[in-house]
């Protein structure tokens, strides 16, 4: 409608006059609600521009390089950082050993260790230039050692065994000779099966590549698909070791569990995890939902650390630990925000960063009655600021969720005070998953669901070995060596 229309009913006055304005004001209702719409999407976009993988669970690959303007004033802010702190006679730390730290060379390796030993003597003496005989070099009662560690020339030992047929001298039949059981199954020893694992799982060697190793390293012809029967006969070697490893995980008292992305023949699968300090499990699922958690630990009794993704929702806030270098993160995201949100933000990163000062403290005294006293003030404080932000009003908006939901699993934020064996983060289970991420963007994930059963199986015996200190490779030696023979197989646990 045009304005000269708009004037004339206005003026006219009586029914017209009164439709034409419930009509301006529907349109302008709607222009409101529009606008209100268009405004709560673009406080959303604003929050996905901050997020990055310093205030959320992003990972710093995501992050957006950075401009010439923001390198220089991270640079401008550094300099400004050690000139203040050089005014105070305390210069910041340095990357690297720290000036009086004792030094962590190399250490010498004992004299029954030592394959040969190489005798060196001056020819002449360094004062008066006297020529040194052949009787006057006599050992030292304290030379300067110096050990150098080489490689001797790698060769496989190649064995051929011949099955002869011998004719019975009383009934003529003949009858061949039988391999050995453990030379049976492979055309492969068991130390070089073990070595092809231990580079497939724990150094990421993809198949190819470890075909061509083997050809560089030990001139030996070892084809792809060679790679990937060993990968597979190991496998199905290491079902029963990891059985028990499960069992063995799931009856510890508390677990470390996280998740992280994976993919099979491209489609999207999980990667999930169980940690404990001296072992770990790993599972490829279908999704990250609850279901998928339930079919790895089970009716799990225990403690459960883990971040706070909606799958964990329906565990006992009890038995349950959050992690809170999540929640740090999340406190930093609030407070890049905008006044009310940013001072909750900033009062969260100092209540946790002062959480984390008392652990680490305790990490020294292990005085549990200490931390609990000195934990006190801390969830006073932190319960007081997330009442005040779960109130309904257009100041806390923008955090009152997070403040709810964090009320609702309160208990859930402090296990780690009284339960000996937890901590509050769940660095253990990323610590984990480091390595399959690593190797997932290597491989892009695997193929088949025979693949899948070797990475769980491989990297769950590549982490715990680790975790206990132990060599995969030693292990895998030994599994493939007890297996043909029909011995016990070396556990896990």
Not at 6 to 21: D, F, H, Q, S
Not at 450 to 469: H, K, P
Request: proline share 5%; aromatic share 6%; with cysteine.
């Amino acid at each position: 409608m045009r304005r000269e229309e708009i004037e004339a009913l206005a003026v006219a006055g009586g029914e017209p006059a009164r439709a034409l304005v419930v009509s301006l004001l529907e349109q302008l209702q709607a222009h409101e609600r529009e606008v209100g719409r268009l405004g709560a999407r673009i406080e959303r976009l604003e929050e996905q521009t901050r997020s990055s993988s310093r205030n959320s669970s992003k990972p710093p690959s995501s992050d957006p390089p950075k401009t010439r303007k923001q390198r220089r004033a991270e640079a401008r802010e550094k300099a400004k950082e050690w000139a203040k702190a050089e005014a105070e006679g305390s210069p910041p730390r340095k990357a690297g050993g720290q000036p009086g730290q004792r030094g962590s060379g190399r250490k010498l390796a004992p004299e029954d260790q030592v394959d040969e030993i190489v005798d060196h003597y001056p020819d002449a003496c360094g004062g008066c230039g006297h020529r040194f005989a052949e009787p006057e070099r006599v050992p030292s009662r304290r030379p300067a050692r110096h050990q150098v560690a080489e490689l001797p020339q790698i060769a496989v030992i190649l064995t051929e065994h011949r099955c002869h047929r011998l004719r019975c001298p009383d009934c003529k039949a003949k009858t061949k000779g039988a391999l050995p059981a453990e030379l049976a199954g492979s055309a492969f020893g068991p130390g070089l099966q073990a070595a092809v694992v231990t580079m497939t799982a724990r150094n990421r060697v993809s198949r190819r590549d470890m075909s061509e190793l083997a050809r560089d390293l030990f001139g030996l012809g070892l084809s792809v698909g060679s790679v990937d029967a060993i990968c597979q006969r190991s496998s199905a070697v290491l079902a029963e070791p990891h059985e028990a490893l499960v069992a063995s995980v799931l009856d510890s008292p508390a677990l470390n569990v996280d998740e992280t992305g994976w993919a099979t023949a491209g489609e999207g699968r999980t990667l999930w995890t169980a940690t404990t300090p001296e072992a770990a499990i790993f599972r490829i699922a279908e999704d990250r939902h609850r279901d998928r958690l339930c079919e790895l630990i089970g009716g799990y009794g225990g403690i459960v650390c883990s971040d706070r993704w909606w799958a964990y929702d329906h565990l006992d806030r009890d038995c349950r630990q959050a992690c809170w270098e999540h929640l740090k993160r999340d406190f930093r995201r609030h407070a890049e925000g905008l006044t009310e949100q940013q001072a909750f933000g900033q009062a969260g990163m100092e209540l946790a960063a002062r959480l984390f000062k008392v652990w680490r403290a305790f990490d020294t005294h292990q005085d549990r009655r200490r931390l609990k006293r000195e934990m006190k003030p801390i969830q006073a404080e932190l319960r007081k600021l997330l009442e005040r932000a779960a109130r309904k009003s257009t100041r806390t908006r923008l955090h009152r969720r997070f403040a709810n939901n964090l009320l609702k699993i309160w208990p859930a934020l402090w296990t780690f005070v009284s339960v000996r064996g937890v901590e509050p983060t769940n660095n253990a289970a990323e610590r984990s998953l480091r390595g399959p991420v690593i190797h997932r963007k290597l491989s892009h994930g695997t193929r088949t669901d025979d693949g899948e059963r070797f990475v769980e199986r491989a990297l769950s015996a590549s982490v715990t070995c680790r975790l206990q200190g132990r060599s995969l490779f030693a292990y895998l030696a030994e599994l493939l060596t007890a297996h043909p023979r029909g011995d016990p197989l070396p556990t896990l646990t």
